[in-house]
C-alpha cells in the first residue's frame, strides 16, 4: 500500500458537503487515515467572490498514480465539475499532493504536486497532520515551509473529523 495525500478544494455548492461526498467516493479505493480540518480561503491565481473550503487527507492505495489520478477525475466528474478553463469556480477540486516517496513528471501527472510548496491551503492542512512530513527532493519540513509563507491567508474553522460523518 502507498501513502498518499490529496489535496480538496471546493468553492461553489455546500462546500462542506462537497466535501463530505468527495471522501465518501474516495474511500471506495482509498483507506482514508487522517483529515485534517476543514480551511477557509480566498481563491487564487484568478478573481471570484467565492471562497473556498480546503483539507488535506492522507491515506493508503493500493492504485497506481495513473489510475488514481483516473479515479479522481471520474469523481470530481459525478460531483458535477465542469472544466471551463484551467482555474475557475468549482464544485470539488481534488489534487495527488504526494504518493509514497514518488516523483512523476509527465503531461498528465506531476507528483510531488508543483505548485503545493507555494500555497498556504495545502501546507497549513498538512502542518496540521504531519508538521515533520518532507517531501521527496526537499530538505525543509512542511513547518518550516509554513513558517516561511506569509503572503496568503487561511483561516482554520471548527469542522473537524470530516471525514468520519
Do not use: C, W
Amino acid at each position: 500500500m502507498n501513502i498518499i495525500y490529496l489535496s480538496l478544494g471546493t468553492n461553489i455548492g455546500f462546500r462542506e458537503e462537497n466535501l463530505i461526498n468527495a471522501i465518501e467516493l474516495l474511500k471506495l479505493f482509498v483507506d482514508v487515515l487522517r483529515t485534517s480540518s476543514i480551511y477557509k480561503t480566498d481563491p487564487q491565481d484568478y478573481e471570484s467572490q467565492n471562497f473556498f473550503y480546503n483539507l488535506v487527507l492522507k491515506g493508503r492505495t493500493n492504485l497506481s498514480p495513473m489510475n488514481l489520478l483516473k479515479e479522481i477525475n471520474k469523481i470530481e466528474k459525478k460531483l458535477g465539475r465542469i472544466r471551463k478553463k484551467k482555474v475557475s469556480d468549482r464544485i470539488i477540486d481534488i489534487d495527488i499532493i504526494l504518493y509514497s516517496n514518488h516523483i512523476l513528471d509527465n503531461p498528465t501527472l506531476t507528483i510531488p504536486h508543483p505548485r503545493a510548496l507555494n500555497r498556504r491551503f495545502v501546507i497549513e492542512p498538512l502542518t496540521e497532520i504531519d508538521k515533520n512530513l518532507v517531501f521527496p527532493g526537499e530538505t525543509r519540513s512542511i513547518l518550516d515551509i509554513a513558517n516561511n509563507l506569509t503572503n496568503q491567508k487561511v483561516k482554520k474553522l471548527n469542522i473537524i473529523n470530516i471525514a468520519n460523518k
